[in-house]
C-alpha cells in the first residue's frame, strides 16, 4: 500500500493549514458562501439536509487497520459514533460541525488520510478492482496506476474549476470488469498489445446522472508512460470546450457526444501532440517507484485447505453458504478473498458503527495483513486470507453483522443515503432497501436466483448507480410526494448497459410487491443456466411489464 | 488605477485600462495618455495600427481562444485573462497555453473575478501579475499565493512533477 513520505506529508499539513485559514475566513464573513462552496466541497464538506456532511477520501478504496481504528475515533469524538462506505470507496461522516472540520483534516492528515477532492467540479478520488493484486488474471496491478493519477489530480492547478465533476476508473482484469470504468467520465482499461507492451485502453464519456451514457473508446491503446500526459490532453480539452452554461450539461460525456466521439478524440490527440514529451510524460523509473509500494504481503506457501474446508463446509451448512457465496478465488495458493457484507438487513447499505469499524481493523491485522479494500457495492474485503484460518474468521464475524451471506444476491443492494440524510434526494432510499431485504429474507431462495445486482438512488444524481443495476430504482418527486421509477436491464461490466425504464414509477410501499413480481416472471421464463440479466436480454421488457401493470 | 499584486506577492500601482469590447458598430474607445488593454481579436485585425505599441496591450475573455495570437504574442507588452466568475476555470488553460505554448515571456495578468484563494492556482499557471476583486483583504495574497510549498505536478512554473524530483 502506498506510504506517504516527507513531501505527501508537507502537502498534505499545508493543505490542512490553508483550509483552517479558509474556514476562519468563511466564519468571519470574509468569504461569500458562493466563494467558500467549492473550497470547502473541494474539502468533501457538504452542507445537508439535517448537518453538514464530510466525505473522506479512500484512495482507490485502500485503508490500513490504523487507518480505520482514526475513523472510529473521529467518528466517536466529533460524530455521532457511525459512518457511511460510499458507491465511490469513500467514507462519509453525516453530522460534523463545521468548525470541527479543520481538526478532523487534522486528524487524518496523522495518518495519511484526507478528504481532497471528495466533491466539486474537480477530479474526484479514482476507483479500482477491490480485488486488485489478488487476481490471477488481471493484466497488472492498477494501483500503482491510481496512485499517480492521484498525485497527478491533487490541487492540479489547471483543472480546479472544472464545467463539473470528472470521474476516472481503472480495470485490470479482461474477464471482467468490477470498476464500472464504462460508466466513468474516463474509464482506463490495462491492456498489452500485440507487443506485450502494457497500456491503456481509453474511454472516455461515460456517465450516470440525468443522461446516462456508455463510455466510448477514444484510443484503443496508449502507452502506459504516456498516461499523465493524455489525461491531461482530456483534461484540457474538456475544461476548455465542455459547457459551462447548464450544469445538467456540463459533463464531458455530453462534449464528446455533441463533437462525436471520432470528433473528439481527434481534439484530444492534436492537444497531446503538443505535450506527449513534456516532463508530465511519467518515466519508468517513476512507475517502478510506485509499483514498490504495492507488492506482495509476506505470503507464507501453502497448498489449497480443500480437504479442511470440505470438512468445515460438511458438518457447517451456514459456513458453506458463507464460503460459496462471500469468498472468492485468490492467485495464491492457500488463501483466499474474504468480501465483509455490510448489508445485514435493518442497517443502512455501507454503514458501520465505530466499534464495528475497530473490529475490521482487529480482523484485517490478524487475518489479511492489516489492510482491507472498500468496494463500490458498499461493502468491505479483506484480500488475502489464509484458507484454514477462514472458519475462525467467520465465526467472529457472525456478531459483528459481517457474515451475511448475501454478496451479489439481490439483498446485497447498492444503495445511496438518499431522502433521510442527503440534502439533493427526491427521496428515501433506505427504507425501500430494507423493505426489499425483508421481502426475500430465504437465503436459498436468493441463491436460487442467482446473482441480481438491485441499485437505489435517492434522484437523479444516481449516486446509487441505479441505471447499471440489473434492477434499477430511481426515487422521484411527483408533486411532493416520493415515487418509485423501476429500470431493468443495466450492467456495469463489461458488456455495460444502460437499464430501460419499465414504466410508471410506484408508491414506496408497493416496490417490494413490484420486485417480487419482476422475480417472479425471472423464475417463470428462465431457463437452467440463465441469470436474471441473460433472460431479461433474451424476452426483453415486455414481459415484466406486462406482469407488473396488469 | 488599480492595485496590482505581484507573483511575489508584492502590491504595486499601474495605470493600464482594460477596455470593454465596444458594442456591434461602435468603434474602439482608447483612453488618452493611459496604456490600454484591448480585447485580442481587436488587436489582431487592427494588427498594423497597434503592432510594435509599448502601451497597447491585449485581453482575453474566458471564452477566447489563445490560438488567435499565435507567433505573436511577444509583440505585445502585457497580456490580461478575464475571470467573469472565479468558477470558470477556462482561463487557467488560456495562461498556460500563452505561455508553454506560444512562448509568451512578457506580463500575464488575472482580472475579472480574482479572489485570493486561486491565487496560488493561477501563479502555477502562469499569471505574475493579479487585480484582486476590490472588496477582498489585497494585504492577505502573499500568504494566499504561497500556501503550497511544493506541487504534485508539472506546470508553468516547474518543468519537474514530484515524481521526477523523488527519482534523483
Redesign the interface.
Known amino acids: 500500500m502506498y506510504v506517504y513520505d516527507e513531501h505527501d506529508r508537507q502537502i498534505a499539513a499545508e493543505r490542512v493549514a490553508q483550509f483552517r485559514d479558509q474556514t476562519e475566513r468563511a466564519l468571519a464573513g470574509e468569504l461569500a458562501e458562493e466563494e467558500f462552496l467549492p473550497l470547502r466541497l473541494q474539502n468533501g464538506l457538504y452542507v445537508q439536509r439535517l448537518a453538514p456532511m464530510l466525505r473522506i477520501c479512500v484512495p482507490y478504496g485502500m485503508l490500513r487497520s490504523d487507518q480505520l481504528r482514526r475513523l472510529a475515533r473521529i467518528t466517536r469524538d466529533y460524530d455521532k459514533g457511525y459512518a457511511h462506505f460510499t458507491t465511490r470507496t469513500n467514507i462519509q461522516l453525516n453530522w460534523p460541525n463545521l468548525e470541527d472540520v479543520p481538526d478532523i483534516l487534522a486528524e487524518l492528515a496523522e495518518v495519511e488520510m484526507h478528504a481532497n477532492q471528495t466533491s466539486g467540479n474537480c477530479i474526484r478520488n479514482t476507483t479500482t478492482d477491490q480485488f486488485s493484486g489478488v487476481q490471477a488474471d488481471e493484466i497488472a496491478d492498477p494501483r500503482p496506476y491510481c496512485e499517480i493519477i492521484r498525485q497527478w489530480s491533487t490541487f492540479h492547478p489547471e483543472f480546479a474549476f472544472l464545467p463539473r465533476k470528472f470521474k476516472v476508473a481503472v480495470n485490470a482484469s479482461e474477464q471482467t470488469d468490477r470498476a464500472a470504468i464504462q460508466v466513468h467520465d474516463i474509464g482506463l482499461q490495462l491492456v498489452r498489445n500485440d507487443q506485450g507492451e502494457l497500456g491503456f485502453r481509453v474511454h472516455v464519456g461515460g456517465g450516470l446522472g440525468r443522461t446516462p451514457m456508455v463510455a466510448p473508446v477514444i484510443r484503443e491503446f496508449l502507452p502506459e508512460l504516456d498516461l499523465l500526459t493524455y489525461l491531461e490532453a482530456v483534461l484540457r480539452v474538456y475544461n476548455r470546450y465542455g459547457r459551462r452554461d447548464n450544469k445538467f450539461k456540463a459533463r464531458i460525456k455530453i462534449l464528446v457526444k455533441a463533437l462525436t466521439p471520432e470528433g473528439f478524440a481527434e481534439k484530444v490527440e492534436a492537444e497531446w501532440e503538443h505535450i506527449r514529451t513534456s516532463p508530465t510524460r511519467l518515466t519508468p523509473e517513476a512507475i517502478s517507484k510506485f509499483q514498490g509500494y504495492f507488492t506482495e504481503p509476506a505470503y507464507q506457501t501453502l497448498e489449497n485447505a480443500t480437504d479442511v474446508l470440505s470438512k468445515q463446509r460438511f458438518e457447517n451448512r451456514e459456513f458453506d453458504k458463507w464460503l460459496t457465496h462471500n469468498v472468492g478465488e485468490h492467485k495464491k495458493p492457500g488463501y483466499a478473498c474474504v468480501t465483509l457484507t455490510l448489508k445485514k438487513t435493518g442497517t443502512p447499505p455501507g454503514d458501520v458503527t465505530d466499534y464495528q469499524l475497530e473490529q475490521i481493523a482487529e480482523l484485517a491485522d490478524q487475518f489479511s495483513f492489516g489492510e482491507v479494500r472498500a468496494t463500490h457495492e458498499q461493502n468491505v474485503v479483506l484480500a488475502d486470507v489464509r484458507q484454514d484460518q477462514l472458519f475462525e474468521l467467520w465465526q467472529r464475524m457472525i456478531p459483528l453483522g459481517f457474515a451475511t451471506a448475501n454478496l451479489n444476491t439481490l439483498t446485497d443492494v447498492i444503495c445511496c443515503p438518499g431522502g433521510d440524510f442527503c440534502a439533493l434526494a427526491n427521496a428515501k432510499s433506505i427504507p425501500v432497501a430494507e423493505a426489499i431485504q425483508r421481502r426475500f429474507d430465504d437465503l436459498d431462495y436468493l441463491y436460487d436466483l442467482g446473482p441480481i445486482d438491485l441499485n437505489i438512488s435517492g434522484c437523479m444524481n444516481a449516486c446509487g448507480h441505479h441505471h447499471v443495476g440489473n434492477i434499477g430504482v430511481l426515487g422521484v418527486d411527483k408533486k411532493g410526494e416520493e415515487f418509485y421509477q423501476v429500470s431493468l436491464g443495466g450492467d456495469s461490466h463489461h458488456n455495460a448497459t444502460i437499464g430501460k425504464i419499465l414504466g410508471p414509477s410506484f408508491a414506496r410501499d408497493q416496490m417490494p410487491q413490484v420486485i417480487a413480481k419482476l422475480i417472479d416472471v425471472y423464475v417463470e421464463k428462465r431457463t437452467e443456466e440463465e441469470t436474471f440479466l441473460d433472460t431479461y436480454r433474451r424476452v426483453g421488457l415486455e414481459p415484466f411489464k406486462e406482469r407488473v401493470y396488469a | 488605477m488599480p492595485d496590482v499584486i505581484a507573483a511575489d506577492g508584492t502590491i504595486r500601482n499601474d495605470s493600464w485600462v482594460l477596455v470593454a469590447r465596444p458594442a456591434d458598430g461602435d468603434s474602439l474607445d482608447l483612453p488618452t495618455g493611459q496604456p490600454a488593454l484591448i480585447p485580442a481579436d481587436l488587436w489582431l485585425a487592427g494588427h498594423e495600427h497597434f503592432a510594435g505599441r509599448d502601451d497597447i496591450g491585449v485581453w482575453f475573455d474566458s471564452h477566447d481562444e489563445p490560438e488567435l495570437l499565435a507567433g505573436k504574442v511577444n509583440e505585445l507588452p502585457l497580456i490580461a485573462v478575464n475571470f467573469p466568475r472565479?468558477?470558470?476555470?477556462?482561463g487557467?488553460?488560456i495562461a498556460?497555453l500563452l505561455r508553454?505554448?506560444f512562448g509568451y515571456a512578457g506580463e500575464l495578468r488575472a482580472v475579472g473575478d480574482v479572489?485570493l484563494?486561486?491565487l496560488?492556482?493561477?501563479k502555477?499557471?502562469g499569471f505574475d501579475s493579479y487585480v484582486l476583486r476590490a472588496d477582498k483583504?489585497i494585504t492577505k495574497a502573499a500568504?494566499c499565493l504561497n500556501?503550497?510549498?511544493?506541487?504534485?505536478?508539472?506546470?508553468t512554473d516547474t518543468?519537474?512533477?514530484?515524481?521526477?524530483?523523488?527519482?534523483s
Open positions: 472565479f468558477v470558470d476555470g477556462r487557467y488553460s498556460r508553454e505554448r479572489l484563494d486561486q496560488q492556482f493561477m502555477r499557471c483583504d500568504r500556501f503550497f510549498s511544493q506541487a504534485y505536478q508539472a506546470a518543468d519537474q512533477p514530484l515524481f521526477r524530483r523523488r527519482a
